[in-house]
């Protein structure tokens, strides 16, 4: 909180340094960074609004539902117990449900309505939004997914109004990553038709399950399926994991024989979540809540799968994804929030200044907009990415093609673990550019930050997700080259980086405006990118895996791995940007979502040595770049403010109050703090 | 919490990448990357603890004050209200104070010892740590460095004792960092021989004022003063902004007629430190009350200053760097508390493994190395320098030479800004290193990062703190040149950063692991990234402010301006590091830590750019660092344990179950959540 003087000695410092600079002149110069490079026209943002959210009036309706009930819009949740905001998260569901809202439904035949309410909702609090994807992704998810026709028919209304709420009750205190390794049993009993259902040792006691603590009637648990040998031997032969629906509590909220749950207890965040750990002890339920869609067993004991036991493996969780793509629209949601708030306070917030000149705004420091313009650029391009995701699982849901299927899993897995971790960066970036204000738990970021941090662990620990975004990029390559002989498998590979791919000497040197700005230069150089990580990971592993084996191989690799997969997101979100970019129908907009995508790309490019270590960008080019950049933030610094207005989040599910839209950013803030309210301030 | 099925599928479609390696044979290869690259010598923690920490049995004593008040060790805060908080931190203190610890003469007497503290108690609680910053570094600071013998005399053993909490009232609603903007006046009534404290508007209300919404009785408040001129007109003159101590409350603790304070209310963390803002309205305290080490006011109103306007301000604020050296102490304190967490567990964790083999544990990822290694290594390259530093203080205090406070300030301003940036980002490293159980309240690691966040704004703002380390290196720039004529400084420069820091062909590419790892080429290195970045900083500003002024100029450098400022730091901190390698008197230990040296080093040698766009690093050799990194870290994560575990901090103050020391990480933490308490758990 001291140090201005700092400022001030360097001022005098600096004069020594360049004397031809007298002192009264500084005020006279009429060139702030922020003025001087504005060439972007102002857009609508109503018309902003509308192009990028096609479902604008789902928002309108859904934010009017809360209007009017300050009490499910807390200022803050610190202080209250997470008994309070458990039942918080509770009263803001039954709002949503009670104004008509049937979010199973959406679930089944309106799905992006579903994904759309998952970013809106994830603003108005994220515990809320947690407890959904519980309740419907994942709870909802399982019965429809991986169960048949009787099992949606005697849950899906049920589920749908919250009148059984539910759990998934897969991830256990050893295993959470590793599900094949799960140490739940699920036991048949012929005699009785029924599974017995028991957790063999501490480390298989269910942990952190949504909607146990308190709320959960039932669970889908995943539990190693165990039948008696067909042999008659009367030994059991172990199918692995599937998913079974077991009973919790009863109609008064009493649990269960055989159940215990204990309270997981607080969480860094989400305390609206009421996780619990659970164990079972020889609890029977009927054989046909075998959750069936995979694999099957009859009343004689029979196991039948049409599918081998890694398919079906693959099969059970791969259904299991479309929750990755709710967390990939929540997460939008919270980085459009946190970008709205810095933004507009970094455009009031006035701090030092030209001497004999009045202070400038935060925002019109180069480092603040080397901070904030960027990111912003980043929740474009996630929103085009996440918009286009959500379309293709549509699709997928639709026509059940293999190719889309694969796609839909691959790029929703990478996008989860890039946005989530984008956005948990971006929540201490905007906290930070905020300085002190920032800090009031009133304004946000806070709490944001804490609930959404298990947002890179659950539903897939971003680092295991990227290194499927990874193999699954292996395997195309490999298919490429499927007609050929095996052994000549690296050979066209090697050609193929070698050809289609290669570091242009001319083009590397090339540093006019109009080539960095070229969005085929920029698409072709974050392919290349991914190529050649791709080219030499295969290289590598194959080297590696003949000396060290195929898991060791494979660890030795990981950072190359993990490179490469972020690589590849942030190449495939360049590209859905631009198709954001080209199909915008305004031409005003178009202005400013290319400065972004290009600002996206640049960014990327200048700070990946990868690129200077192949020569693909010499350096006079790099530095290019970077004065470019310096130039394209400025211009997107002069419209940051409508770029966040465009999002559209009213003020009162906002409700920072440094960040409401056109307002004095101090005013409901000293409001908030018991000022204006007992006292007359203007003296 | 799904997705080992993918792992599952990558195995499928992997295997098929390299046909030649058959199935069985994956378990049978022996070469784990943590296990074959071991060379580093099992070293005694005990006496890595004693050569780390000389103050050791401080340690032992102050943390064995705690150990019978497990009240004051609570598991988590969450569920505590602000106030709650708040009385927890007040019994904190006196704990500490009844135990016989008397921090205002450590202050004072014993420098070393008082830092120490503020390194170890921010373990037990860091709202605890900065309620004691602000009653001893800020308000007892404030009365030592910027008042005389008479306020020395008039407060000290009442601050000591906390029976006069206080506060240090600088920044106000509309100015943080920009100090010598505030607004808040003291007008001197000659008549009375009274200052007049009033506030003027909104934007100058006194915020975030620590200790002043319950504890405070008396604050040092930062305000412009303003005395009649001697002309006798009787306008007033603005003497810019001084010290005042004005009464807050009586000794029943009521708030004092004039003086209005409200609650800060909830922030993101440090609930249990009372943030309050202040109004004055016309409080009248006697002359004697400003703080007068640099400028008196005598009784016929007569101001006198031995110093310059902006000489007296920078001393003002010069005399509370003091502050951030305990920032940087409870940082590292909270650096080393959650590697030691993170290392433990990620140690015992384990999750996924070779086809029939036994599970690994996490540790022995590449990836989970490569992210907790160089953090490891930097924790103790930050413990060298932040004991450098307080050896540095101390000594500045001691002799009062010019040459040695200028180093302490740019270094404690710099390394504050380093150290808090870089815990910030490792705790949110470590919680997801620590995967789902990471986000356990208990365990820690969500309440560490929203305490410590407003580390990197309080006490000086990181970007601004930057700034001022550029503007110092900028100065010894210019004095190496003193003596040339000023037309001459540039061609001089250019000289010197052409001459001096060569980039050397010969060695750009050399590659051998014997060169990769001799500290000459590793200083060289970070020295030459500093010398370039001042140099080509100096013309750059050279050029901009003949056109843009120095205020515009300044502003288009500000990324090169940060670059430059943590390039010197880590310059700093590597020479630092080597002097802890070098000094270490026992052989074992002191190979642990040349390895964590040169991994320090490296790491940053390979990840900044300009070292290949100057090739000074070529491309091949960039490789190499990588592949040498690889094994460095693969050695470290063999001593990773050992090395927290030399850290020692108890387990009855780090808490966290899943990080005690030799323990299963599930024991404490089943019984904390309730089971082993109520339920055997081993059927």
Chains 1, 2 share one sequence.
């Not at 949606?152 to 919250?162: M, P, V």
């Not at 599900?179 to 599974?195: F, G, R, S, Y």
């Not at 191989?553 to 190359?560: F, G, T």
Request: hydrophobic share 40%.
């Amino acid at each position: 909180m001291a140090d201005a003087g700092s400022l001030q000695r360097l001022d005098v410092l600096f004069r020594h340094l360049t004397p031809g600079d007298a002192d009264g002149q500084n005020g006279l110069v009429v060139a702030p960074t922020a003025a001087r490079d504005v060439s972007l026209p102002r857009f609508d943002t109503n018309v902003m609004e509308t192009y990028l959210d096609e479902l604008s009036s789902v928002k309108e309706d859904v934010y009017e539902t809360f209007r009017h009930r300050p009490n499910l819009l807390p200022a803050t949740l610190e202080g209250l117990s997470k008994e309070e905001q458990r039942e918080l998260a509770r009263q803001q569901l039954k709002l949503l449900l009670k104004a008509g809202y049937s979010p199973l439904r959406f679930y089944v035949h309106d799905i992006k309505k579903y994904y759309y309410l998952g970013e809106l909702l994830s603003v108005v609090d994220l515990s809320f939004t947690v407890k959904m994807g519980v309740q419907y992704s994942l709870w909802g998810g399982s019965i429809l997914n991986l169960g048949t026709e009787k099992h949606k028919k005697a849950y899906f209304e049920d589920i749908d109004k919250f009148r059984l709420p539910g759990c998934f009750a897969m991830t256990e205190l050893h295993h959470g990553s590793n599900v094949a390794a799960l140490q739940t049993e699920a036991v048949l009993d012929i005699a009785t038709d029924e599974w017995i259902i028991n957790t063999p040792d501490d480390g298989a006691l269910k942990w952190w399950i949504g909607n146990a603590a308190e709320d959960g009637r039932a669970a889908t648990v995943f539990a190693r399926l165990k039948v008696p040998s067909p042999d008659g031997s009367g030994s059991l032969v172990d199918h692995g994991v599937h998913a079974i629906v077991v009973p919790l509590r009863d109609g008064a909220g009493n649990v269960l024989p055989g159940v215990e749950i204990k309270d997981c207890g607080y969480k860094v965040g989400l305390n609206g979540v009421d996780n619990g750990s659970i164990r079972f002890s020889g609890v029977r339920v009927p054989r046909e809540n075998l959750l069936d869609r995979f694999a099957s067993v009859d009343r004689s004991g029979q196991y039948r799968s049409p599918y081998s036991a890694s398919r079906r493996f693959a099969a059970t969780l791969g259904e299991l994804t479309g929750g990755r793509v709710g967390l990939i629209c929540s997460s939008l949601g919270i980085l459009k929030g946190s970008l709205t708030i810095a933004v507009r306070y970094g455009a009031t917030r006035q701090q030092f200044g030209p001497a004999n000149a009045p202070e400038i705004a935060v925002l019109d420091y180069s480092s603040q907009q080397e901070k904030l313009m960027p990111m912003l650029a980043s929740a474009y391009a996630i929103h085009f990415t996440s918009r286009f995701l959500v379309d293709q699982f549509a699709e997928a849901k639709r026509t059940k093609e293999e190719d889309v299927i694969a796609d839909v899993h691959a790029l929703s897995a990478g996008l989860k673990a890039y946005v989530t971790n984008y956005t948990a960066t971006a929540l201490s970036v905007c906290r930070e550019c905020c300085g002190g204000h920032g800090y009031a738990a009133v304004n946000r970021f806070g709490m944001w930050r804490s609930d959404h941090d298990i947002f890179q662990t659950f539903e897939g620990d971003n680092t295991v997700l990227l290194q499927q975004v990874a193999g699954l990029l292996l395997k195309k390559y490999k298919e490429r080259f499927a007609v050929a002989p095996v052994t000549a498998t690296y050979r066209y590979l090697r050609q193929w980086a070698a050809e289609s791919l290669p570091p242009n000497p001319l083009v590397s040197h090339e540093t006019s405006v109009r080539h960095l700005r070229d969005p085929a230069f920029l698409v072709r150089a974050l392919r290349y990118r991914t190529g050649k990580l791709l080219f030499t990971l295969a290289q590598r592993l194959s080297k590696h895996t003949r000396r060290l084996g195929q898991f060791h191989a494979w660890n030795k690799c990981l950072s190359h791995i993990l490179t490469l997969a972020r690589a590849h997101i942030e190449s495939v979100m360049f590209e859905r940007f631009l198709d954001g970019v080209n199909n915008c129908p305004d031409a005003d907009c178009k202005k400013s979502l290319k400065v972004m995508a290009e600002v996206f790309a640049l960014q990327r490019i200048q700070a990946d040595i990868l690129f200077r270590n192949d020569d693909y960008v010499a350096a006079e080019k790099v530095k290019a770049i970077g004065r470019l950049l310096e130039r394209l933030r400025a211009e997107m610094r002069a419209q940051a403010v409508p770029l966040v207005d465009a999002f559209n989040i009213p003020d009162h599910i906002l409700r920072a109050p440094i960040g409401l839209s056109h307002q004095d950013p101090y005013d409901h803030y000293l409001e908030g703090a018991g000022w204006t309210a007992t006292t007359s301030l203007t003296t």
